[in-house]
């Protein structure tokens, strides 16, 4: 209910949003016509063109992009003759001749063959090419939405939540007719300004399409805007408790972090009652298995499972990968069964090949179904990377861990559900493996910086605010100085959905952080030739501070779309600035992490 209100007032603050404002001269303009049969087709129209377009980015792929984008034209070209219209009214009236027939046709033919008083097609018309329009202004909170649906599913849940969203713009909008309405007519009445105000709405139509085809409606006036949509939202995200530490809401998929680990140390494992949870969901839909056929429940049948969901490039579910490669090895002969399930954040993630790579120089040597589709995520229900869900011998899952840490509980937990299911002599000692790299364990003291994603989709603390020109090629100025878990782009960047790509050698990023480690996702350019960098601290080399991908001069080359340790300091020392130069054009920076 309380992400329902929240998706509700995001889309009532969507008119707030800086690409929202070339929109409104098309809304404002339809404001002096009757509400019911001009202003309100209107909003019909983009409510029908809006929930088109974000139901099908729920479900679909780039294409669906690709389709928006020649949408969105035609949309520019639709309001652009609308613009024109409104400047030289004697080819209104000649243009919309056909419309008006039509409409004339259609109202002979209803219940009392009474005449039209105008064809409703116009606006609706208007209220689609508008909607096209509208439809990439997402905020916060309708980016949590889409990326929960990609994540879970086509849902009715989906659809209610898009329709609170919807429901909200609508309001906005509402108003806004309807008091637009009421001050034309206030000055209809005080002043003969009826063919001024019409020529000036045709003006600023048309000045709201040369915005938007220029892509001032994503660039310029969002850098000009001094109170955007995504503050708000992110405000009523936080304090209706609906953000987890992963930066994303309860049901779409979050890294579980230190912060949700403590979460749940509160709710520990009875050692001598573990309670039925469910039953081992089906297996099917994996895109491909790795180190092993394909598994379903009936060959588990007998056997200890634990299903473990990751991602490579995640830094939580790294952490946890030397524990469950030696629970695998231990307890192999006394019947466990590891089954670890990629399924990705990145779209990188997808690609067959980088898993095989990933699983490889991870040394995982247990059975891995790749879940790019999401089918088995969807199944189990599971909302975070890492989660470890733990089956008995008789196929019911008996306990659940969310996130890293926990390791005695869990390995108390499979000691039990061996024993349970008869099996002789299980080892009652606890591993305790070392791992290196990005494998190795947090600090002592927990990081106070949060992952910060670097695509526009997610993007926060970006330094000068609001700064962000999305995907488009820009050159940006580097920030003058930056608090803490702020960042900053300098050079040629092309700030795209989920990634930030380098378009010339010298291109820099800085972020000034707090925490003992700092690790940044990163890919080499479209051609896969390897990107060379230079990682400094505090204007200088990191020398002893060097994390496992670069050398104490703080050099490093990007040779795969990976997670990279930068820096790991032996203690946290303060806030301290990360600065990064990539010496080639071409590199990808998807999120930063720490620990």
Known sequence: MLFLIA??????????????????????????????SHGLPLLIGMALAFAAIASLAAVGGGWVVELNAYGRYAAIAVLALFGVTLLFPSLADRWSRPLVALGLRLSESSPGGRPAQGSVFSPLLLGVGTGLLWAPCAGPILGLILTGAALNGASAGTSLLL????????????????????????????????????????????????????????????RLS??????????????????????????????????????????????RALPIEGVLPSLEGATEWLNSPALSREDLRGKVVL???????????????????????KYKAAGLVVIGVHSPEFAFEKRASNVH???????????VAVDSDFAIWRAFGNQYWPA?????????????????????????????????????????????????????????????????YLGHERASN????????????????????????????????????????????GSRIAYRFEARDLHLVLGPGADGKPVRFRVLVDGKPPLADHGADVDAEGHGTIDAQRLYQLVRQSRLRGARLFEIEFEDPGAQAYVFTFG
Not at 317 to 324: F, G, Q, S
Not at 485 to 503: C, F, H, P, Y
Request: net charge neutral; charged share 20%.
């Open 388 to 452: 470890f869900y733990f089956v008995d011998a008789q196929g019911r899952i008996r306990h659940h861990e969310f996130g890293e840490g926990q390791y005695g509980q869990s390995e108390q937990v499979i000691q039990q559900l061996l024993a349970e299911a008869g099996k002789d002599a299980v080892p009652r000692d606890l591993v305790a493996p070392v791992g290196k790299g990005t494998q190795a364990a947090p600090g002592p003291s927990r990081a106070l910086s949060q992952e910060t």
């Open 163 to 222: 329709l609170a969203y919807a429901s909200g713009a609508g309001t906005s909008l509402a108003l806004a007719l309807l008091f637009g309405g009421r001050l034309i007519a206030l000055l209809k009445r005080s002043l003969p300004v009826g063919d001024w105000i019409r020529r000036a709405a045709g003006v600023a139509v048309l000045v709201g399409v040369g915005a938007i085809a220029l892509g001032l409606d994503t660039g310029a006036l969002s």
């Open 7 to 36: 998706a509700y007032l995001g889309g009532v603050l969507t008119i707030l949003s800086p690409c929202i404002l070339p929109v409104l001269p098309f809304v404002f303009a339809r404001a002096d016509r009757p509400f019911r």
């Open 307 to 329: 299903v473990d969901f990751w991602t490579y490039s995640c830094i939580n579910c790294l952490r946890t990968v030397p524990y469950v490669r030696a629970w695998a090895e």
């Open 462 to 505: 970006f330094v000068p605010r609001g700064g962000i020109v999305r995907d488009v090629a820009h050159r940006y100025q580097g920030a003058a100085s930056l608090d803490t878990d702020q960042w900053s782009l300098q050079g040629e960047w092309n700030v795209e959905r989920e990634r930030a790509v380098a378009g010339a050698a």
């Open 357 to 367: 790579r990933a699983v490889k120089d991870l040394d995982i040597g247990f059975p």
């Open 226 to 271: 001094l109170a955007t949509t995504s503050e708000f939202e992110t405000r009523i995200l936080d304090r209706s408790g609906l953000r987890l530490p992963g930066g994303l809401p309860s049901g779409t998929g979050a890294r579980a972090d230190d912060a949700f680990m403590k979460v749940a140390e509160v709710r520990p494992a009875s050692a």
